[in-house]
DNA sequence: CACAAGGATGAGAATTGTTCTCATTCCATC
DNA sequence: GATGGAATGAGAACAATTCTCATCCTTGTG
């Protein structure tokens, strides 16, 4: 029995405390993007968390989500995904870990990083370091 | 001393042979974009492929760069690489392989798929099959 | 507790990669 | 050489994202 219009969302304390650990100032708009982003893990489009957030009652805009969404991620808040060419996925989950992509439904599902193992990785190009890993394993519904 | 303008091709008859193989009609425009994207193992854009095309003195238009990459890709002789939100790129090899991004300059390295050892792959979701795994590794220059 | 000063917000325009429309052109077949 | 269906292309349409810049907040200061 879920109230309509009343997601489950993420304690404004916890978010305010997520983002200033990094450095973000906690305003309105960035902790009701976070308490949105960070309720559960998930993989919500920039689309989708403007609905949510305005779903609500706050007032935000697209603009915001966007400038919101993207300093998460250079700070580290949020990883963004590129599955397909058309839009980005935004997963609180910053952790290493990997995706099952259903190019059926659309659906994004987390594979926790130990549960596959990469072995002999090759090493990087000349001058460059590792940054992250991303492993996308692709489903079609059968 | 490379000719300017006259970057190497992949032989029209390559081409033809492989476009029929897939049951593809081997029309002028669809040669063309062939022998651009045929021509060696090599990430590019439709962009990149549309001025190479025109550079080798053909007329085309991006709407058929388009048609021709969507239908190259439905009918196997192209992979289609997301790896950010900008624009899509495309791939001749089409055997499993995997790629090293840099962040930096935006180069794509690829990886063979025997480089790479992927062990104990998850189960896929009840009710789907594994269709493809891409493995982008995300470097730094450094 | 006013009060700057700089940062954040937002309405809407702009940008850009990609798709769509549909009149025209091409091509395989007869 | 005709012809019917497929392919092409100019340009409009779309959609995700970014940009502009006037207005609004926050945060520290007096
Ligand atoms: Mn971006
Ligand atoms: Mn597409
Ligand atoms: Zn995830
Ligand atoms: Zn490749």
Redesign the interface.
């Known amino acids: 029995m879920s109230t309509p219009g009343t997601a489950q969302l993420a304690p404004r304390a916890r978010v305010v405390e997520l983002l200033e650990r990094r450095g973000v100032t906690a305003t309105q708009q960035r902790v009701e993007v976070g308490q949105v982003l960070f309720a559960c893990p998930q993989h919500l489009s920039a689309d989708q968390i403007l609905e949510r957030v305005l779903a609500m009652g706050a007032r935000v805009s697209k603009a915001t989500v966007y400038n919101t969404l993207n300093l998460f991620s250079e700070r580290g808040l949020v990883r963004?995904l590129?599955?397909?060419?058309d839009?980005?996925f935004y997963d609180p989950t910053t952790a290493p870990h990997h995706h099952?992509y259903?190019?059926d439904t659309g659906e994004l599902?987390d594979?926790p990083a130990d549960?596959?193992?990469?072995?002999?990785?090759?090493a990087?190009?000349a001058?460059?370091?590792?940054?992250?890993?991303?492993?996308?394993?692709?489903?079609?519904?059968?």
């Open positions: 963004t590129s599955i397909d060419g839009r980005q099952f259903n190019v599902i594979i549960a596959l193992a990469l072995a002999s990785l090759p990087p190009p001058g460059t370091a590792h940054e992250r890993i991303d492993v996308i394993i692709r489903v079609r519904s059968s």
